[in-house]
């Protein structure tokens, strides 16, 4: 099995993080305590600018979650059709070709789901197996790359698709006034990203990391780390600030045992593509794995870039990895996320 390609693809409007941070301090002047409190936290991101699906004006009027929902719905079509044609393209497979569509976002709902929408708006194979996947969050671009994975393991001679589209711009809750939202509105950016994995029986690409194994872990009773609450007014985030010290606390030996289990220790690993999260949990996976801050530049530099954009971002890194800094052939590689559940997945690559 290997990861034939992975493309991305964005809204049209990008707005430098001042500007974005400038508009929610006028929104909120009147009701925050100490407005601010919003140029701190900015200094703490970290984050140049990010992508959104409307103009700001948009945002302004957007008052209930079915006006949302339906601008994630609209957005989310476009954008993934976009990012998986890239991806197929970059992996010399025709759309057509595809035998199984996994969809992963946390940021809106539909029925039919967007990739059987997809399916008619591109004419994919009406025989293709969809596998839409609800409620993972941050972790489900690196869960979504391990289920796909699952599959070509058992049909070696098909081609599987990742899609990942989130739109966190339309979750913003504008009387919602937690510290939780406040740093999510300074930092989550929509996007989108897909990736093409295909099995070995194949006359496919040849090119992009092997998937060598997966491994999924679920900590007990971390249900409030991260989430969302939803009520009538859409989704509310759950944020806990213990995010950093559960990555600190399970990262790194959980990295070891899946390392051992391959016959690998954590000196074999070259290369590391990791989810973005934010500047402290970023930190604190340095520090859980003992590695320095410029053994995971990609993924700071998505994170200035277009700040946390949720399931997709570690295929941003990832393709970062690609494009910019593919390590050497044969150079072992971890590919990991974590998310709600709480949980976290662990991808192990050879180049």
Sequence with gaps: MRIASVASAFPKYYYEQGVLVEALKNDWRQRLPNPAILDRLDESMKVDGR??????????????????????????????????CRACNRAGIEPQELSALFFVSITGISAPSIDARLVNRMKLSPNIKRIPIFGLGCVAGAAGISRAADYVRGYPKQAAALLSVELCSLTLQRDDLSMAHLISALLFGDGAAAT????????????????????????????????????????????????????????????????????????????????????????????????????????????????????????????????????????????????????????????
């Design 196 to 351: 093409i994995v295909v099995g070995d029986g194949n006359g496919f690409a040849k090119e992009g990391p092997q998937i060598l194994a997966t491994k999924s872990i679920l900590y007990p009773d971390t249900e409030r780390v991260m989430g969302w609450d939803i009520s009538e007014k859409g989704f509310r985030i759950v944020l806990s600030p213990e995010v950093p010290d559960t990555v600190i606390k399970h990262l790194g030996e959980d990295v070891d045992a899946f390392l051992a289990e391959n016959g690998l220790k954590r000196d074999d690993i070259k290369s590391w593509v990791m989810h973005t999260g934010g500047p402290k949990v970023l930190e604190a996976t340095a520090q859980a794995l003992g590695v320095c801050e410029t053994q995971l530049e990609a993924s700071w530099n998505c994170l200035r870039k277009v700040g946390n954009i949720s399931s997709t971002s570690v295929l941003l890194v990832l393709e970062d990895v690609y494009s910019h800094r593919r390590p050497a052939p044969g150079t072992l590689s971890i590919l990991a996320a974590m998310g709600p559940g709480f949980c976290s997945e662990l991808v192990l690559l050879r180049w």
């Design 51 to 84: 992508y959104t699906v409307h103009p700001i004006s948009f945002y302004e009027g957007m008052h209930t979650w079915g006006q949302a929902n339906n601008a994630w719905i609209e957005h989310a079509l476009d954008l993934g059709e976009k990012a998986l």
